[in-house]
């Protein structure tokens, strides 16, 4: 089973800065990787899938990078809606397997 | 409206089953898969299983094989989730989500949540 793993576990940026946000597969995934915002109380949101294309509606400030084992999702200049907790997740073609990092919370400093 | 709009609440003793519903609109409900993604409280996503709606095809995690079924009535455009032998670690919020499948394997729209809870 792939293991998807974030760090850090809690980032702590100022409003207006850039947040870097990483997530490792323990094994090759491809660009099969997607990154999802949460807030309380709330379902998770698509931001990007294919590892770096934009999911429909999604500010330009979000962007995705990475391949294989290494991704990153950047924010670029943190707006107050953009404190959450995010998720990665990655897709495995067979036996189809959808596995979930274990999240990044993202705090105002 | 493009939307999933799932069951109320659920309470359950130990050992029983549960039956979550989801009901999709304003799209083609045999073009996208439909999944289930749980969160316990105060922890991360953990996906279930999928269910095509075309077909009725299933793929469930491993961990949930023995005891999750999925199943879809395409006549009301609604998926289903059951989940027998509760224990109180199956107490958790119970997501549906659309997945569009190439290239997208990922889910682009959710629904509300369902919370489940297992207690004596």
């Known amino acids: 089973e792939i293991v998807m793993t974030q760090s850090p576990a809690t980032l702590s940026v100022s409003p207006g800065e850039r947040a870097t946000l990483s997530c490792r597969a323990s094994?090759?995934?491809?660009?099969?990787l997607a990154w999802y915002q949460q807030k309380p109380g709330q379902a998770p949101r698509l931001l990007i899938y294919g590892a770096s294309t934009r999911a429909t509606g999604i500010p330009a400030r979000f962007s995705g990078s990475g391949s294989g084992t290494e991704f990153t999702l950047t924010i670029s200049s943190l707006q107050s809606e953009d404190f959450a907790l995010y998720y990665c997740q990655q897709y495995n073609n067979w036996p189809p397997l959808y596995t979930f990092g274990q999240g990044t919370k993202l705090e105002i400093k | 409206q493009v939307q999933l709009v799932q069951s109320g609440a659920e309470v359950r003793r130990p050992g029983a089953s549960v039956k979550v519903s989801c009901k999709a609109s304003?799209?083609?409900?045999?073009?996208?898969?439909i999944h289930w993604v749980r969160q316990a409280p105060g922890q991360g996503l953990e996906w279930m299983g999928r269910i095509n709606p075309n077909s009725g095809g299933t793929n469930y995690a491993q961990k949930f094989q023995d005891r999750v079924t999925m199943t879809r009535d395409t006549s009301i455009t609604t998926a289903y989730m059951d989940l027998s032998s509760l224990t109180s670690d199956d107490t958790a919020v119970y997501y549906c989500?659309?997945?569009?499948?190439?290239?997208?394997?990922?889910?682009?729209?959710w629904g509300q949540g369902t919370m489940v809870i297992v207690s004596s």
């Open positions: 094994q090759s995934v491809s660009s099969n």
């Open positions: 304003g799209y083609t409900f045999s073009g996208y898969y």
């Open positions: 989500a659309r997945d569009p499948g190439s290239p997208f394997y990922a889910f682009d729209l």
